[in-house]
Nanobody, 127 residues
């Protein structure tokens, strides 16, 4: 059983920064982050869950248009942790942020393609 545990959320003024972390634990083995596509999603109240970014097994990254140039996804394979560095935050970034993973290469940011999910961490950006 794999567990993904997010941390790092909080409240921040617009223009500020936060770094989210997602640690994989349980029956992961030592190479979970290497073997899995890791991604971040977010869901605001009364809105659908949307993909934010992914990092693939070959370290290829992808970002949704609204966060390009402001967010950076990266990972520590040795610790099985994936991060989301969020800079120049805007009120519209306010949402619950979820970490997700799927075995193998990343193909897209459709939630249905990800098998493992964390419980989420809340990010609130106030103006």
């Amino acid at each position: 059983q794999v567990q993904l545990v997010e941390s790092g959320g909080g409240s921040v003024q617009a223009g500020g920064s936060l770094r989210l972390s997602c640690a994989a634990s349980g029956s992961t083995g030592s190479s979970y982050a290497i073997r899995h596509c890791m991604a971040w999603f977010r869901q605001a109240p009364e809105k659908e869950r949307e993909g934010v970014a992914f990092i693939s097994t070959d370290v290829t990254t992808f970002y949704t248009d609204s966060v390009k140039g402001r967010f950076t996804i990266f990972k520590d394979n040795g610790k099985n942790i994936v991060y989301l560095q969020m800079d120049s935050l805007k009120p519209e970034d306010t949402a619950m942020y979820y970490c997700a993973a799927r075995v193998g290469y990343c193909i897209n940011l459709l939630p249905v393609n990800f098998a493992d999910w964390g419980q989420g961490t809340q990010v609130t950006v106030f103006s």
